[in-house]
């Protein structure tokens, strides 16, 4: 079984700021890969960025950059030079791997990302 | 190329009453999932397909819930009779097992469910 939390319901940030969402997960398993999606109101989940567990390199994409804790289990996402648009629920998430192919994602509870300009 | 694809976007409808959604994954994807979202929840996962079987349906309420993938292409998850607490967001996501995009899912953009 795989858990995924995320402890901070809802966070802000001035435009053009720094913020970091956290995460942390819980997982027995050792090939795994985890994920943060974007869900903006328009409820379309889109994926904003990914690590495979077995990389010791943190992710990054443009604005969004990854700091991925193996031993800790956490999974924190920091976006640089917030922007409007950056404004929705951000999700956690966690893969495990199968003989049989894709399993299921796991998510996390969601954290409320508020833009002040 | 076009997303995923679901319809309708909104359904409200009276408890007891039978209620179906409707997904067309992303063209090539063999694997589908459909997931429910209660509100202030992240998404779980009801049940996943391989082409046309569905090989994890384990969350999956069978007393009421069904789904098909005719032809391993659109899937249709059906509700019969729905009950107050399935009102939530029913989200349908494809992928495609490739070396590069293999665990990646795309998500439609959901049907609301409202049962009163």
């Known amino acids: 079984a795989q858990t995924v939390t995320q402890s901070q319901p809802e966070m802000s940030v001035q435009e053009a700021e720094t913020v970091t969402l956290s995460c942390t997960y819980d997982t027995s398993e050792s090939d795994y890969y985890l994920f943060w999606y974007k869900q903006p109101p328009s409820r379309q989940m889109i994926l904003v960025i990914r690590?495979?567990?077995?990389?010791?390199q943190n992710a990054t994409e443009n604005r969004f950059s990854v700091n991925f804790q193996k031993a800790a289990k956490s999974f924190s996402l920091k976006i640089s030079d917030s922007q409007l648009g950056d404004a929705a629920m951000y999700f956690c998430?966690?893969?495990?791997?199968?003989?049989?192919?894709?399993?299921?994602?796991?998510f996390g509870t969601g954290t409320r990302l508020t833009i002040i300009p | 190329e076009a997303g995923v694809v679901q319809s309708p976007r909104y359904k409200i409808i009276e408890k007891k009453q039978p209620v179906a959604f409707w997904c067309n994954p992303i063209?090539?994807?063999?694997?589908l999932y459909w997931y429910r979202q209660n509100l202030g929840q992240g998404p779980e996962l009801l049940i996943r397909?391989?082409?046309?079987?569905?090989?994890?349906d384990s969350q999956l309420p069978k007393d009421r819930f069904s789904a098909e993938r005719l032809k391993g292409v659109d899937s249709t998850l059906k509700i019969q009779p729905a009950e107050l607490g399935d009102s939530a967001v029913y989200l349908c996501a494809s992928s495609f097992g490739d070396s590069l995009k293999v665990y990646e899912q795309y998500f439609g953009p959901g049907t609301r469910l409202t049962v009163t």
């Open positions: 063209s090539g994807h063999n694997t």
């Open positions: 998430a966690s893969l495990l791997i199968s003989n049989f192919g894709n399993e299921k994602l796991t």
């Open positions: 397909y391989e082409n046309e079987e569905a090989v994890d």
């Open positions: 690590q495979e567990a077995y990389k010791q």
